[in-house]
C-alpha cells in the first residue's frame, strides 16, 4: 500500500503549469490555485481540472457549471499565493489582477498566458477530489512568453526570458 505522504512527495516532482480557476454565476464568484489541470481532447476542445471537495468553494463551481482556466505567467506569482491562499476572501482575491469576462462569466485575468472558458460537462468523484470535465467554449492568449509553473514545492519560469 502507497502511503498518502509518499505519493504527495512524488508528485511534487511532477512539474506543472500554475493555474487560477475561477467561476461566476448564480453561486457567487470563486476562485482557487490548482496545478491539477491537463487536456483530454481537441475534439471537441475539453480539459480536465480537480478540485479537492473539502474546498470552500467547491458547492459553487458545481452550482455554477462553468469555470475558466487562467494559465499564470511569471509576474503572477502573488496572484497564484492570493487564490491558494484562506486567508483572502473571494472578493478580496478578484481586487488582485485585472479581470474581464469571456463567453461563460468565468473570470479571465487579462495579463494570463493563456485563459481557457468552459462549460463543465461532466464531474466524476475520485477519493477527495471531483474531477471536472469541461468543454472549452473560447480561448483568449496573451503576449506574455514566460510560464509560473511549480516543481519540487517551489515556484519557477520557464520560457523565453528577455536578457537586458
Not at 68 to 88: D, G, R
Amino acid at each position: 500500500m502507497i502511503e498518502a505522504t509518499d505519493f504527495r512527495n512524488a508528485m511534487s516532482l511532477l512539474t506543472t503549469a500554475v493555474n487560477v480557476i475561477t467561476t461566476e454565476g448564480i453561486a457567487g464568484t470563486h476562485g482557487f490555485t490548482a496545478s491539477a489541470v491537463c487536456s483530454v481532447t481537441d475534439t471537441p476542445p475539453t480539459l480536465l481540472v480537480c478540485m479537492n471537495q473539502s474546498s470552500r468553494s467547491h458547492a459553487h463551481f458545481m452550482r455554477n457549471n462553468v469555470l475558466a482556466v487562467n494559465v499564470l505567467s511569471t509576474q503572477h506569482e502573488y496572484i497564484s499565493n492570493a487564490f491558494a491562499s484562506s486567508k483572502f476572501s473571494s472578493e478580496e482575491r478578484f481586487k488582485i489582477g485585472e479581470w474581464t469576462t469571456l463567453k461563460t462569466g468565468a473570470p479571465i485575468l487579462e495579463d494570463a498566458l493563456v485563459s481557457f472558458d468552459c462549460q463543465i460537462e461532466e464531474i466524476q468523484k475520485v477519493g477527495t477530489h471531483s474531477i471536472f470535465l469541461c468543454r472549452v467554449i473560447a480561448i483568449r492568449q496573451s503576449q506574455q512568453e514566460e510560464s509560473l509553473v511549480y516543481f519540487n514545492r517551489a515556484y519557477h519560469q520557464v520560457g523565453q526570458l528577455e536578457t537586458a
